[in-house]
T-cell receptor
Framework: SQQGEEDPQALSIQEGENATMNCSYK?????LQWYRQNSGRGLVHLIL?????REKHSGRLRVTLDTSKKSSSLLITASRAADTASYFC???????????FGKGITLSVRP | NAGVTQTPKFQVLKTGQSMTLQCAQD?????MSWYRQDPGMGLRLIHY???????DQGEVPNGYNVSRSTTEDFPLRLLSAAPSQTSVYFC?????????????FGPGTRLTVL
C-alpha cells in the first residue's frame, strides 16, 4: 500500500496566489521529499526535509513537517503559470531507505 | 552527464510477449529503482537495487524481473506481458542508501500491452 497521500487531489489557482499542498503518511520516515512532474515528463526533485527538521525553504518553496501528525505541507508562493504540474510527496522508510510515493496533486495555475 | 536514460521511449507488445526495458545512469549511483505510474495511482515501486549484485522487491513486483550486474545498468524484464502491465515505467537512481539523497528520474517508457 502507498505510504503517502496528498490533499487536495487537484488545485486550481490564479497566477500570483499561493498554493498549499498537503501530504499525510502512515509509518515512521527517514525523510520526506516533494517532486514535480510536468505533463509527459519524468519527475524532478524539489526539496527534501529530514525527519528531525520542522521547516525548510528553497526559493519560492516552503516545506513543513509534523512527525507527530505524520503530515507535511508544501507551499509555493507567488505562483506562476509555469508551476502548473503534478506534485508528489515521497517518503523514505526502513533500513534500505525505500522511496515510496503518494498519488499526486494536480496544480493548475491560471495566467 | 546524460543522467538517467531509458530505452525505448514507447513500446507496444502483445499479450504473452517478453521484453526488457533498459535503464542506465552515468552518475556512479549505487541505488537504482523501477516504478510504474498509472492514472490515479501515482508511482508504485516495482523493484530496487542498493548496489551491483543486490536487488529487492518493492510494492508491485509480480510479473517483473530485475538484475544488477553493473553499477550503471538496471534492466527490467517482463517475462510474459499482460494488459495489466500497460503503464508508464520510470527508472530512478540516487547516490546511495543514505537518507538525505535525492532521486533522479529517467524520462520514462510508455508501454502498451494488447
Amino acid at each position: 500500500s502507498q505510504q503517502g497521500e496528498e490533499d487536495p487531489q487537484a488545485l486550481s489557482i490564479q497566477e500570483g496566489e499561493n498554493a498549499t499542498m498537503n501530504c499525510s503518511y502512515k509509518t515512521s520516515i527517514n525523510n520526506l521529499q516533494w517532486y514535480r512532474q510536468n505533463s509527459g515528463r519524468g519527475l524532478v526533485h524539489l526539496i527534501l526535509i529530514r525527519s528531525n527538521e520542522r521547516e525548510k525553504h528553497s526559493g519560492r518553496l516552503r516545506v513543513t513537517l509534523d512527525t507527530s501528525k505524520k503530515s507535511s505541507s508544501l507551499l509555493i508562493t507567488a505562483s506562476r503559470a509555469a508551476d502548473t504540474a503534478s506534485y508528489f510527496c515521497a517518503t523514505t522508510t526502513g533500513a534500505n531507505s525505500k522511496l515510496t510515493f503518494g498519488k499526486g496533486i494536480t496544480l493548475s495555475v491560471r495566467p | 552527464n546524460a543522467g538517467v536514460t531509458q530505452t525505448p521511449k514507447f513500446q507496444v507488445l502483445k499479450t504473452g510477449q517478453s521484453m526488457t526495458l533498459q535503464c542506465a545512469q552515468d552518475m556512479n549511483h549505487e541505488y537504482m529503482s523501477w516504478y510504474r505510474q498509472d492514472p490515479g495511482m501515482g508511482l508504485r515501486l516495482i523493484h530496487y537495487s542498493v548496489g551491483a549484485g543486490i536487488t529487492d522487491q518493492g510494492e508491485v513486483p509480480n510479473g517483473y524481473n530485475v538484475s544488477r550486474s553493473t553499477t550503471e545498468d538496471f534492466p527490467l524484464r517482463l517475462l510474459s506481458a499482460a494488459p495489466s502491465q500497460t503503464s508508464v515505467y520510470f527508472c530512478a537512481s540516487r547516490i546511495g542508501q543514505g537518507v538525505y539523497n535525492e532521486q533522479f528520474f529517467g524520462p520514462g517508457t510508455r508501454l502498451t500491452v494488447l
